[in-house]
């Protein structure tokens, strides 16, 4: 396990005043300067104009002022997993978006409910998927590590062998940067983010509140970019970025089952069968019909203005429906309700003769 070694003395990180930015202080992460005859421990890369625009790449290793060449060498004893490519290259692009699935937020928070005793929180690797306007976070996994008031030391050998092995199952996840648990950035994930950063140029760093505070789990996502004068001492910033929520068809159905229990008294529910989910998807086609044509109700009688983008999105939706004659239609779903019926009694049948021939056998 690397121990990521942080002063005693240094000033915790505190958020920066601007709502969008979380400033951490300058004692925490010091980049390397231009080089110099001096005998610096800085990486071969920093200081460099062709890397200026990696913040992995001007990043020094980060210890106290005060402590050995061989404690501040540390984190570089353990060379860091090479990457297929870059998962965010260059710097990140203002108006980017994080698009979150609903297994990272499951995921994240069965690992923090079963964290060690005496931890105060959990941290992890995101993977997933990246394109021109946002990244798109698909899995991830917890990383075991451990953080005093001194130094933080995080297993890097467990997360090079399961990013290995997420490569088997979907070698088209990246690394995107990792997940911590809490409501703050403390100076201790300025050490973190920077060991990611050898791994993802600009890794993003998402946050979940897990305590509750003000009643809901609040989840953030920052990217850092290095703020100060340069050549002299400089800090590490956290700028917020937009999260939204994204979701595959099988990930709603999932989704659903878990919002039914808010209406639940206590906390149970049951999966619906075909039928009702069925029934379940026709009332809300029919409420989304009702909606679109009280729409075009009040849009003809002057109510409401005529707005361009919805009348071509209506437009688009009525040119995929099938032109069919009714009788037509109406025979075909009886046909098809036929062959589901027929197959669903075929199924049972044969459930019912493997269970009688079992029962044959034992006697």
């Known amino acids: 396990m690397a121990t990521?070694?942080?002063?005693?003395?240094?000033?915790?990180?505190?958020?920066?005043?601007?709502?969008?930015?979380?400033?951490?202080?300058?004692p925490t992460s010091v980049p390397a300067p231009a080089p110099t005859p001096a005998p610096a421990a800085a990486p071969p890369s920093a200081?460099?104009?062709?890397?200026?625009?990696?913040?992995?790449?001007?990043?020094?290793?980060t210890a106290a002022p005060g402590q050995t060449?061989?404690?501040?060498?540390?984190?570089?004893?353990?060379?860091?997993?090479?990457l297929p490519g870059p998962a965010l290259p260059g710097p990140f692009p203002g108006g980017r978006v994080v698009r979150l699935h609903p297994a990272i937020l499951a995921s994240i928070v069965d690992s923090y409910e079963r964290r060690n005793e005496g931890a105060a929180r959990v941290i992890g690797t995101l993977l997933g998927t990246v394109d021109k306007h946002s990244v798109?976070?698909?899995?991830?996994?917890?990383v075991p590590h451990n953080e005093s008031e001194d130094?933080?030391?995080?297993?890097?050998?467990?997360?090079?062998?399961?990013?290995?092995?997420?490569?088997?199952?979907?070698?088209?996840?990246?690394?995107?940067?990792?997940?911590?648990t809490g409501h703050d950035i403390t100076e201790h994930s300025v050490l973190i983010h920077e060991y990611y950063s050898r791994e993802a140029p600009n890794p993003i760093h998402l946050t979940v509140d897990t305590s509750l505070q003000n009643g809901r789990m609040g989840i953030?996502?920052?990217?850092?970019?290095?703020?100060?004068?340069?050549?002299?001492?400089?800090?590490?910033?956290?700028?917020?970025l937009t999260v939204k929520y994204a979701y595959y068809d099988t990930e709603r159905i999932g989704v659903d089952l878990i919002m039914k229990t808010?209406?639940?008294?206590?906390r149970v529910i049951g999966p619906s069968s075909d039928l009702q989910q069925v029934g379940g998807a026709s009332a809300r086609i029919q409420d989304a019909l009702s909606t679109v044509l009280q729409y075009a109700e009040d849009v003809l009688s002057g109510k409401v203005s005529a707005d361009?983008?919805?009348?071509?999105?209506?437009?688009?939706?009525?040119?995929?429906?099938?032109?069919?004659?009714?009788?037509?239609?109406?025979?075909?779903?009886?046909?098809?309700?036929?062959?589901?019926?027929?197959?669903t009694y075929l199924a049972n049948l044969t459930q019912s003769q493997i269970v009688l021939n079992e029962k044959l056998v034992n006697l």
């Open 308 to 343: 361009n983008t919805v009348g071509r999105f209506l437009m688009s939706l009525v040119n995929q429906v099938p032109k069919i004659v009714p009788d037509d239609f109406e025979t075909m779903l009886n046909s098809n309700i036929n062959d589901l019926l027929m197959v």
């Open 4 to 26: 990521l070694a942080a002063s005693p003395n240094a000033t915790p990180a505190t958020p920066a005043p601007a709502p969008v930015a979380t400033p951490v202080s300058a």
């Open 151 to 180: 130094e933080v030391a995080v297993d890097m050998e467990f997360a090079k062998n399961m990013y290995e092995l997420h490569k088997k199952v979907s070698p088209n996840e990246l690394i995107l940067g990792w997940y911590a």
């Open 47 to 61: 200081g460099t104009p062709a890397s200026s625009s990696d913040p992995a790449a001007t990043a020094a290793t």
């Open 262 to 266: 808010c209406f639940s008294p206590n």
């Open 220 to 240: 953030k996502a920052y990217v850092s970019t290095l703020m100060g004068v340069p050549r002299r001492t400089m800090g590490v910033m956290f700028t917020s």
């Open 69 to 82: 060449s061989a404690s501040a060498q540390a984190p570089a004893q353990t060379p860091a997993p090479a």
């Open 136 to 142: 798109e976070v698909t899995n991830c996994f917890s």
